[in-house]
């Protein structure tokens, strides 16, 4: 019988967690191969795998296809066999270099640090082992990209892995988008090795919601697991002459920081992005520094804890992986996307900390859940038609930390600062008022729904920002058009647009119709130079109303040769996903300005 023994925190870990002010906690790792993890290995179809070159640079890879390549052999004695990348695939060439005719490797001293995920994403399960690589095989496999037989072509090969277990540890589902996964041909080439990213490199990062990342503490362990996120959540900070760096965010997760630990005393990092469809593979390793607080908000603003990834060689392999992936559902515990600060004007306009608030002193309801909210500054500060504002709803949202948080998962992640685009001229309201008109569809805007306007409160704010102008040069007509509540950025505008050359192009639902005749009523001349796309059930009662003001409808969703027919360079839109998509499609060769409900 086997007996697990209480493993002590690296004092990475340790830093770590005195960095964060992270309560005491006992380390969860095993000191052996658990029965969850034993049990993993033979259900899910992926192993991440990391090892570490003799520069000490760590690697990444992942392999697999389908579920029974690996299992327990006793006694924390685990046997891998699965085809993988015999030519190009950096793990298997530090763990058996280019021996490719069964002849078995064997491990001298310790043997090989090699650490693990095994990872089913159709059921967002993973566990985490590392141990000593005991022996390693690998043949030459006859196999082609097209299946038939081939070798020319193949760069596969059938590889034997036997890996004595000193930790392994289960973690928690957050951040796994799921995906079917199934076998592939392994057909390789090579395509770059550099410092730097390739335009396809450059690609599969924009398109990639997961990779697998190890670190190693000395020569003592190491640790490989996964970060996931949306699409696009791992930016590319820079890629000129001195090289390539990117930068990831660090959501909350379950506060052991053993990657982060690792990266604190031992600064190198292997990752790993494989494209799904393609079969194509980032391999990566480089330089890191874990960046914390404010400094990380610098980078990626909104944003507590970030890594830094310096590139020091990074390789690109077309056909490269032994599976494809077909996506399903996203986490539902992904935030959004966060941009660098070089790449969102909301950098420019967000504050570290609040040195404003802002009271409401008026609450209009509109339709079912559209409102209109006035608020005055504590200390008046100007603003342009077309800026935004942003608001800090943490005091009152904020709940603290927790692992998991199935009934508002997105919680997790969220700094409860809300921008708003401000919907009234600055010339309109006395100074230091400002209102926003907004839908409500989340916890902040349920939140501010739910106020009394004499209940006196007070939400700091965190600047204001943003320049969405709409230009009014020459004479030539000026196209706008709005999703929904999109139509916010215009209201700011309009009274300094000359409205007979306005064209207004609004999609709109039938329950939403009320917004837009409260617009006409503040703008009677803009029924002219109006078409509303409405869609739903549009009762009688509101097409009375809608032709009492003289309103031009369509009963049906916006189509391209509704602006098409106008022959226009320069078009304005704000806009949900969906309609934004289509427009750029519909729009194309125009000019497009456009403001979205992303920031």
């Not at 969102?344 to 802002?358: M, Q």
Request: proline share 5%; glycine share 8%.
């Amino acid at each position: 019988m086997s007996f697990s023994m209480g493993l002590p925190w690296s004092s990475g870990e340790e830093q770590m967690h005195q960095l964060l002010r992270v309560p005491n906690q006992d380390n969860p790792t095993s000191s052996l191969l658990t029965p969850q993890a034993s049990f993993l290995l033979q259900r899910a179809p992926l192993l991440a795998v990391g090892t570490v070159d003799d520069q000490g640079r760590p690697w990444t890879t992942v392999w697999g296809g389908e579920p029974g390549f690996s299992q327990s052999l006793g006694s924390s004695i685990i046997g891998t066999r699965t085809i993988v990348d015999r030519k190009n695939d950096p793990v298997v060439q530090i763990l058996i270099g280019d021996r490719d005719d069964g002849e078995i490797v064997k491990s001298e001293g310790p043997g090989k640090m090699v650490a693990g995920l095994t990872i089913d994403l159709a059921i967002r399960k993973r566990v985490k082992i590392y141990g000593r690589m005991v022996a390693a095989a690998l043949d030459a496999t006859e196999q082609s990209d097209d299946g038939q037989g081939d070798a020319e072509k193949s760069t596969s090969g059938q590889i034997q892995l036997v890996v004595r277990i000193e930790q392994s540890l289960g973690n928690c589902p957050k951040y796994l988008n799921k995906k079917d996964i199934r076998p592939s041909p392994v057909a390789s080439t090579l395509l770059s090795r550099s410092a730097n990213l390739t335009t396809l490199a450059i690609k599969l990062l924009q398109k990639s919601d997961l990779f697998f990342i190890s670190s190693a503490n000395a020569d003592y362990d190491m640790d490989t697991n996964h970060r996931g996120g949306p699409p696009g959540f791992v930016r590319v900070l820079r890629n000129d002459d001195d090289g390539a760096e990117l930068v990831y965010p660090e959501y909350s997760g379950n506060r052991l920081y053993q990657t982060l630990g690792n990266l604190l005393t031992n600064p190198v990092a292997g990752l790993v992005f494989p494209d799904f469809d393609s079969g194509d593979v980032l391999y990566v390793t480089g330089t890191t520094e874990v960046v914390v607080g404010s400094a990380a908000a610098e980078i990626l603003p909104r944003s507590n804890l970030v890594v830094k990834i310096k590139i020091v060689e990074a390789l690109y392999v077309q056909k490269g992986l032994p599976f494809r992936g077909t996506t399903g559902e996203f986490s539902p515990y992904n935030p959004n996307v966060r941009l660098l600060a070089k790449e969102s004007s909301l950098s420019t306009g967000l504050k570290a900390t609040a040195s404003n608030v802002a009271t409401l002193v008026k609450k209009t309801q509109i339709t079912g859940d559209i409102y209109r909210f006035r608020f005055t500054m504590s200390r008046p500060e100007p603003y342009r038609a077309g800026q935004w504002v942003a608001l800090d709803f943490s005091e009152e949202l904020d709940i603290g930390y927790s692992h998991m948080r199935d009934d508002d998962p997105r919680s997790l992640n969220d700094d409860f600062i809300r921008t708003f685009t401000i919907s009234s001229h600055p010339d309109a309201l006395p100074a230091g008022d400002f209102e926003v008109t907004l839908r409500s569809v989340g916890s902040a805007t349920a939140f501010l729904c739910r106020q009394n306007e004499r209940s006196g409160l007070e939400i700091p704010l965190r600047g204001i920002g943003g320049d969405f102008v709409v230009k009014r040069d020459g004479n030539s007509v000026i196209p706008f058009v709005a999703g929904g509540i999109g139509i916010t950025p215009l209201l700011a505008e309009l009274p300094d647009l000359p409205l007979d050359r306005l064209r207004l192009f609004w999609s709109i639902r039938a329950g939403d119709l009320n917004l837009a005749l409260d617009t006409l009523k503040s703008y009677p001349g803009l029924n002219s130079q109006m078409t509303l796309f409405v869609t739903g059930n549009l009762n009688q009662e509101m097409e009375n109303k809608l032709t009492a003001v003289n309103a031009r409808f369509e009963k049906r969703r916006m189509l391209a040769e509704d602006l098409r027919a106008l022959d226009v360079k320069t078009w304005y839109f704000c806009t949900g996903s969906v309609l934004q998509k289509a427009l750029l499609g519909w729009l194309v060769g125009r000019t497009l300005v456009f403001e979205d409900f992303n920031f």
